[in-house]
């Protein structure tokens, strides 16, 4: 019996050293996720693949038998050259890789692995994994930009598949399962090797390789069997009309050309030598004069898909018998095959804006028999690409998917029913800029303009809450009305709401009460990210979970369609918001929420692609509603900037934008507005990335016809004769707490603290450093510090042996950049930070500022830098620094000073400085972001909370992130463990003993009296 | 005679009150004089002898000697009544200079206090302080004590004596780091200034 129990309490020990091996992913587990979180994206969908268990051989069926994996998933390769796998039913990322920056030129699933051809390199993937089979470099010498194509040849009644991989110059054939190459081929592409395109096409017996040289005009058709590299066929066609294959389809026999005019050119690619035009008996059996805008290739027997803009066609082209009719003209759609049998043709209807409907025929009768529609929210835009899959239900019935892309590049899924079974929000990963929203907050302490009179202050207050208590009640009574409804759009799982489609008056009410639960914290640590994509996309996201509150296509001006009539109906497949010039769309929050009774305004300030006129639209940042319409400006803009402050006099509290077109004059946005006073001048200025110019420009106000006019005139102008990389100026808004630093001796040194600044980076040639005896002459590297007011540079440095990525960030009266150091190899961190000579003066006289640099090694490559801010500007400063490998390092100014003493003396020491060290300490510790690996990181954004400790951080690029940053950690919020009930009880207990001990000592002295 | 003796104190509280420390013990001296305790019997006896004594005491209680500050005389009171005029100048001078003969002293707690604001140098710059300011609070009363044909140097002398108590103090804040001498100790009421030129722009649109 003792044994047992000895033997139990053995096994139970083992059991709970088990339970206590827990993986541990952070410092503190409970805080994963707690204030912060992640939206992995993969970007814009370039090629698609499916797996789905219906393969066509039965190798593969083994194969996924053998695997284990009967989950059906989706391969993708996007524009952010990543290539993933996404389940087809969670929607989740199964794997994700980010490839090296070169296109994606294609994907394909050949004998149950997954073959990826970029920048020359052919590569193989499991599928259930992701792990990486091998990988083949077709081409010996790597070049900067690859041409490359992919095709797989599979065999049903042979077991032998092949993967064909060609660049403009070679091709190789390679067996899928070994990796080992069966023979390769040298292409001759022309003389313009590195501009040279190619595409290829499996055929029953082989490959057509098709290689283009535009410089030359020349086309190269290759035919290769299956069994060795001796091309069977060669020809080289004239084609000097042909700007790019991407112009042109090829199916298995033949390739289709657009040319400029738009029509059809054939070219048999078993016997022709050149190219014909479409025969006009066949051209008159499409239905469809043209001009043809593309030519698509699908369903692999010659079939094409025509469209143009009044309609679609798919066709049955046949060069080699281009004199008789062949051509089967059907409605434009999608052919789906099973087993090389069409199951399924599916028809698009419609123009593809809020919703599709597809046409099913099944094969035995391509007439439609059944009809679904599919239908998303009209902010996704149209549809941009439809991809479907068919596969064999359990019954042995066919069924088919279709994962659609939309115009703002937002990936859905439907399957057969219409029924949408999730919603990828892939637009989130084109963010271009993002402002941060304060929520409107109940307390009514900014109600009360400042300047008034006590009694006008005190009517405007009671008036203010009487407004807020309606408001309050009327969206109470909203909420309730609104529940059913809302309870119906709930959402799926995190991060993807699956929204119900509503017409738009409802989808207003619902995104009303959405933004009504959304209500200031205490700490204002709760705000709206409102961003736009570079698809011309609106959204807002909600800081604490990241989900999109609302989400808005910018519209196109009314008044364009209004005055242009046909032609931008005709051309309104091309027509669209699109960034301006440098991907730049700014955002502007004209009004916050402070202004109780008014609503909030934010202005996009954007242009539409078919005129390239900027385009101004504004909206409520809360609710997503548009105030007013879209307003397309007549003139070209140079620059616009944002007044900091509204003007007080017209009770509207918005700023006015001010917009400078290229004529020099000056307008404001809105219109009504009125300049602020107070400013002793306002000035803008533009840099000009390809003249490397930069100028300067000052509002000028002249009085005609008892109107004031504005109009700017150019005051300085600076030719920096290289190449201007980045730039970075002081956030406007930014708080400088202390205008100085203390010394050791307590004296002060004055910082320079210039608001006017901008650092700009240019790139030259480096003529001092001798040329290394491998490889390319050095370059340098010059950071200008220029006064955008004046003109005048106030301090520069140069960097020889260094070239970029450079990245700057300057805030307060320091500079930091990073840079590659071409001959140490590797990357250095470089700190500025300027001071005062003698006293604060205005900037235009001002002496020249002290400029203490020091520079230091980072032992880890950086993307990006970006520094925390907070309300009032007293918490240290934190740089942040997004690094290659996925890390955020949050890094404390301290670190990069440069006043850090090669000698510490006692003062040194008593101001707190840190002898100085080359390497910059890099601890896990103070990565934010711990094992949430952040790819591609194109911006980051620090927004102030109302602690003062702590500022947000959001992260965007590839990868969404948000979390909170306290550079001094939370010196102003009690702890988490703080007893509160312990305090309590001692004070309660201190003030009842003083009481107590209070009367006994009256007592006491009472009787001694009378004794 | 002993318990005599501690009757007559205890009959006088008034004038033990008055004699808290030496400081004042000098004060006190211009006052008349009231008891007097004469000591000289008791010198000459070694303790052994003293048993013997009291040996002796339980036999023959007659042959008692007087105890310790027992005089058949009564105290000469006259003598205290008209002060020597030297004494109390010295003694005006004891008081004057009270303040003064500490200073070296204060100099070397001070010294040995360091420099670091903690909580015990803190407390001795206080005490140093307190001493000075209570000083000059109670300067009425110590003022009514000394008497004499130099008193008013004498007054003069104790009030610099205080003063530089104080200067001491000071001083010692200063070494501390804790008067606001320097202009770092004003940074945190110097505005940043107002931005009155705006400049913004960027890339060409």
Known sequence: ?1011 | SCEAAQSAMRNEPTAAAAVPNSASLAAAVGIRRRWAIEFSLLHHRSPASQSRHYDSLSTATAQLAAPAGYMDRPPPLAGGREPDGALISKRGWDAALGPLKQLPMNLFIMWMAGNSVSIFPIMMVLMLFMRPIQAVFAMQATFAQIEGGQACLQRFVYLIGNLAVLALAVYKCHTMGLLPTYESDWLSFVDSPRRTEVSGGGFLL
């Open chain 1, 1 to 1011: 019996m003792g044994i047992n129990k000895n033997k139990f309490s053995f096994c139970m020990l083992i059991f709970l050293l088990f339970l206590q091996m827990y993986s541990v992913l952070a410092l503190y587990e409970d805080e994963i996720g707690k204030h912060d979180w992640t939206r992995p994206f993969v970007g814009r969908v370039q090629h698609l693949e499916f797996d789905l268990p219906a393969g066509t051989t039965t190798k593969q069926r083994s194969q996924q038998l053998q695997g284990g994996s009967s989950s059906r998933r989706l391969f993708v390769a996007t524009d952010h050259n990543v290539l993933a796998a996404i389940g087809l039913k969670s929607s989740r990322i199964i794997w994700r890789h980010f490839l090296e920056d070169a296109p994606v030129n294609g994907i394909k699933l050949c004998d149950g692995a997954l073959f990826s051809m970029s920048n020359g390199l052919l590569r193989s993937w499991s599928t259930s994994r992701g792990i990486l089979n091998y990988e083949i470099s077709v081409q010996e010498q790597l070049e900067a930009k690859f041409a490359g194509s992919l095709a797989c040849h599979e065999d049903p009644d042979d077991d032998r598949s092949l993967v064909f991989a060609s660049t403009a110059r070679r091709l190789v054939a390679v067996a899928p399962l070994t990796g080992a190459l069966e023979w390769a081929a040298n292409l001759d592409a022309g003389s313009g090797e590195n501009h040279s395109e190619v595409t290829s096409f499996p055929n029953p017996d082989g490959l057509t390789v098709v290689t283009f040289d535009p410089t030359a005009g020349k086309m190269r058709l290759h035919r290769f069997g299956t069994e060795s590299g001796v091309a069977k066929r060669t020809a080289t066609v004239k084609a000097e009309w042909l700007t790019s294959l991407q112009r042109c389809a090829i199916s298995v026999s033949t390739l289709a050309c657009l040319d400029p005019a738009g029509s059809i050119r054939l070219l048999s690619l078993s016997s022709g030598s050149d190219f014909k035009p479409l025969p006009p008996s066949l051209a008159e059996q499409l239905g469809h004069a043209g001009p043809w805008q593309s030519v698509e290739e699908i369903g692999g027997q010659d079939l094409f898909q025509l469209t143009s803009n009044s309609g679609a066609v798919v066709a049955m082209l046949d060069a080699s018998l281009a004199t008789g009719p062949t051509g089967e003209s059907l409605p434009a759609g999608s052919l789906l095959r099973y087993r090389g049998q069409v199951r399924f043709l599916l028809r698009q209807q419609g123009d593809g804006g809020g919703g599709v409907t597809l046409e099913a025929s099944s094969s035995s009768s391509l007439v439609a028999s059944n009809k679904i529609s599919l239908s998303f929210a009209s902010h996704h835009g149209r549809v941009s690409q439809l991809y479907p899959v068919t596969f064999v239900r359990k019954g042995g019935s066919y069924g088919y998917r279709v994962v659609m892309a939309t115009r703002d590049a937002d990936l859905h899924a439907f399957d057969d029913t219409g029924e949408r079974q999730w919603m990828r929000e892939e637009s989130l990963a084109g963010i271009v800029s993002v402002e941060a929203v304060d929520l409107p907050s109940a307390d009514e302490d900014e109600l009360v303009t400042p300047g008034g009179s006590v009694f006008s202050s005190f009517a405007q207050r009671l008036s203010g809450q009487v407004h807020h208590f309606i408001h309050v009640l009327q969206h109470l009574m909203l909420c309730w009305g609104a529940r059913p409804a809302s309870q119906a759009d709930s959402l799926g799982e995190f991060g993807y709401p699956d929204e119900a489609p509503a017409p738009p008056a409802s989808a207003a009410s619902s995104s009303g009460s959405g933004a009504g639960s959304l209500i200031r914290d205490e700490f204002n640590l709760h705000k709206l990210l409102v961003v736009a994509t570079k698809d011309g996309k609106l959204a807002a996201l909600d800081s604490a979970t990241g989900r999109s509150v609302w989400r808005l296509m910018i519209p196109m001006p009314a008044a364009a369609a209004a005055a242009e009539g046909t032609a931008a109906k005709s051309a309104r497949t091309e027509a669209r918001i699109e960034p301006l010039a440098g991907g730049q769309m700014p955002l502007y929050i004209q009004r916050t929420t402070a202004h109780f009774p008014l609503e909030p305004m934010a202005t996009v300030l954007c242009r539409d692609s078919s005129t390239g006129r900027p385009v101004l639209f504004s909206f409520n940042p809360i609710t997503g509603i548009g105030i007013g319409l879209a307003q397309r400006l007549q003139s070209r803009l140079l620059q616009a900037l944002l007044v900091p402050q509204p003007s007080h006099d017209d009770g509207q509290y918005i700023r006015p934008l001010m917009l400078l077109s290229d004529t020099l004059q000056v307008t404001l946005y809105p219109a009504k507005t009125a300049l602020p006073h107070g400013f002793k001048s306002l000035n803008l200025y533009t840099i000009d990335r390809d003249n490397r110019l930069l100028q300067g420009y000052r509002l000028r106000l002249t009085e005609q016809q008892q109107q004031q006019q504005m109009s700017a005139i150019s005051t300085w102008r600076l030719a920096l004769h290289e190449p201007i990389l980045v730039t970075a100026a002081r956030r406007p808004t930014e708080q400088v707490h202390s205008v100085g630093r203390v010394l050791g001796n307590r004296h002060v040194l004055y910082k320079y603290l210039n608001p006017n600044l901008l650092a700009v980076a240019t790139l030259a040639k480096d003529m001092v450093t001798p040329a290394p005896q491998i490889g390319d002459a050095f370059t340098q590297i010059t950071i200008w510090l220029i006064d955008t007011v004046s003109g005048r540079v106030v301090a520069s440095a140069t960097h020889h042996h260094s070239s970029g990525p450079v990245s700057l960030v300057h805030s307060e009266h320091w500079l930091v950049y990073s840079l590659w150091n071409q001959k140490q190899r590797r990357f250095q961190l470089s700190v500025w930070e300027l001071f005062a000579g003698n006293g604060l003066r205005d900037c235009m006289n001002a002496t020249q500022p002290i400029v203490g640099k020091q520079s230091y090694i980072l032992p880890a490559p950086v993307q990006h830098l970006a520094v925390s801010q907070t309300e009032r500007g007293i918490t240290a400063k934190s740089v942040l620094l997004a690094l290659r490998s996925g890390g955020i390092m949050e890094l404390n100014k301290a670190f990069l000073d440069p006043r850090r003493p090669f000698d510490m003396t006692p003062e040194f020491q008593e101001e707190g400085l840190m002898p100085y060290h080359p390497e910059v300490p890099m601890s896990t510790q103070a990565i934010v972001n711990y094992n949430q690996s952040l790819h591609r990181v194109e911006g980051m954004v620090t927004v102030p909370t109302g602690l003062e400790s702590t500022s947000l951080l959001f992260v965007h690029g590839t990868d969404l992130f948000c979390t909170r940053v306290q550079p001094s950690k939370m010196f102003d919020v009690l702890k988490a463990d703080f007893d509160y009930a312990f305090i309590a009880a001692v004070t309660i207990g201190m003030i009842i003993g003083s009481f107590v001990t209070q009367r006994l000592a009256a007592r006491k002295a009472l009787f001694r009296l009378w004794s």
